[in-house]
């Protein structure tokens, strides 16, 4: 393990526009602060497992179970959170959206999937992809700490309901769940034999004060849930193409060896070396960040006082992904007054949550001078 300290290298624009080609591809001038990637070049060490792989000449398919990535997976997460699973249950899915696709495919009934909201937008339609009903559990945008309301979950599983989605910390409330919580969730879901999926893919970006808890290390969860986890949004390397499902219980490995060759979720070698070298040598580096990352959310704090006193924001808790209320202004779509007005790309509230018009996420990985820019922005299209 190497504990060498690295330092964020912030990407300039034109470097930004090659290595992140979604993100940036927005016409000139326009700032995105949309979609869950960073201004940042990716650790040097994950860029060079990457590079040999390549340079040795390694394109074949991967192996479909590579064993170091689980005991990779569980060393970092010892070391992170206290808690690791089984190397065993590590298993290589192509990505997060993939796992969850699968998890719900494989293990949960029929039943609807109730998914919490403001919810992951492209998580919304996945319980459809797989023929199930999505049950929206809302949690109000005003509220002041995003809670999961117990009572509605239990009224949603008693209505039919057979799975959770979790998001775990949440994207995009930026909230952690903590212990007490999640037991609070698990007893709910035992009462009612149901399943979880927990995506837990923002873990590593928990920020100073809060601390990740996963599902998972909830006594009493094994025998009901899995997670879905990843290095890809930590590290930038979201087109590498490797998220990991955790699978804490032998049967439900059982049943996910028996799944027919054609789901064919076939992941990237290039992401298992990816995430290999991240969780094995990349702590000096996810330091850094989440040392910057602190430092963004408390310069968002002051520009939003300074610029947007009106516009209110939960404490952000982890992520770097902030939920931004500017219902004050009365627009009727705020994200799309951002671009227009602003040339500010955010990510429309209302694909979080139906009816958050006046609600946007703002993506606060970049420069403290671009964010600077975003908000000053921000605030002269809203005004
Ligand atoms: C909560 C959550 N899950 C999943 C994803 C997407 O992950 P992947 O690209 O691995 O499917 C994101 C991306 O931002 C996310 O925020």
Redesign the pocket.
Known sequence: MTETRRPIVDLTEAEARLSLPLKWGVPEGVIPAW??EMDYAVDPVVLEAVQRMLADGITGYPLERDPALGESYAAWSSRHFGWAPQPEAVHEVV????GVRVALDVFSGPGGVVFPTPG?N??HGLAGVTGRAERLLEVPASAGRAEIDLDRLDALFAAGAQTLLL?QPH?PWGRVFTRAELEGIRDVVLRHGARVVS?E??APLVLPGAEHVSYLSIEGTHDHAVAVV?A??AFNI?GLKC?QLLVPSAADRARLADQPMSRNDSWSPLGVAAARAAYDHGDGWLASLVERLDQQRTLLGDLLAAHLPDVRMRPLEATY?AWLDASAHGHDDAAAVALERGGVMLSAGHSYAPGSTGQVRLNIATSPDRLTEIVERLAKAWA
């Open positions: 979609v869950a990505d997060v959206t993939a992951y492209a998580q998001t994207n995506d893919i923002h990843a890809s949004k979201a998220a992904l």
